[in-house]
T-cell receptor, first 116, second 115 residues
Framework: AQSVTQPDIHITVSEGASLELRCNYS??????LFWYVQSPGQGLQLLLK??????LVQGIKGFEAEFKRSQSSFNLRKPSVHWSDAAEYFC??????????????FGKGTKLSVIP | EPEVTQTPSHQVTQMGQEVILRCVPI?????FYWYRQILGQKVEFLVS????????KSEIFDDQFSVERPDGSNFTLKIRSTKLEDSAMYFCASSPGTGGLQPQHFGDGTRLSIL
């Protein structure tokens, strides 16, 4: 069965500092990988996705993520954090089934706090 | 940008009562989903729906749960006899039907509180 591990429950960074949120997945084949962000009282907003091809993917709000098959990782990065980035971040994996319908498996999330 | 909308934002219900959560997926999307997030826990898949049928469901989605697309725009989740452990945030999502595997777009959720 597929699974996602986000080792960091809570991270605090200063505004302007760089950020890396870790994500490790377990899946028997090539996965589809996603990062979602959830601001308080809001739904899940897609930041970026990896399906195939270039292992470094760019997303919205200046975020990027790198797929490393050898490490089963899909870490999220941002070079300079803004106070508005404070939120909870979820890594998710979906199966490469080729079908249009698929279930996502989420990690437990990493809560990001930003110090002004 | 089109979005998934969910109503109500917060639902309070007595244990044992039926509850219906409503969702309006993005209009040209063909695949619909429900997920739930119990406070402090992971977001968990409940069910996927396509072409007026359930495509896949998790073990959480037992006989107390049902989904329906009553018209061309709404997608509902019904819990027949609610339990305390059904208290959670319920998210609806949708994805397009063409162009290969597409990401799911989520609504803001309905917070369900069972008393």
């Amino acid at each position: 069965a597929q699974s996602v591990t986000q080792p960091d429950i809570h991270i605090t960074v200063s505004e302007g500092a760089s950020l890396e949120l870790r994500c490790n997945y377990s899946y028997g084949a090539t996965p589809y990988l996603f990062w979602y962000v959830q601001s308080p009282g809001q739904g899940l907003q897609l930041l970026l996705k990896y399906f195939s091809g270039d292992t470094l993917v760019q997303g919205i709000k200046g975020f990027e993520a790198e797929f490393k098959r050898s490490q089963s990782s899909f870490n999220l990065r941002k070079p300079s954090v803004h106070w508005s980035d404070a939120a909870e971040y979820f890594c998710a994996v979906g199966p490469y089934s080729g079908a249009g319908s698929y279930q996502l498996t989420f990690g437990k999330g990493t809560k990001l706090s930003v110090i002004p | 940008e089109p979005e998934v909308t969910q109503t109500p934002s917060h639902q309070v219900t007595q244990m044992g009562q039926e509850v219906i959560l409503r969702c309006v997926p993005i209009s040209n999307h063909l695949y619909f989903y429900w997920y739930r997030q119990i406070l402090g826990q992971k977001v968990e898949f409940l069910v996927s729906f396509y072409n007026n049928e359930i495509s896949e469901k998790s073990e959480i989605f037992d006989d107390q749960f049902s989904v329906e697309r009553p018209d061309g725009s709404n997608f509902t989740l019904k819990i027949r006899s609610t339990k305390l452990e059904d208290s959670a945030m319920y998210f609806c999502a949708s994805s397009p039907g063409t162009g290969g595997l597409q990401p799911q777009h989520f609504g803001d959720g309905t917070r369900l509180s069972i008393l």
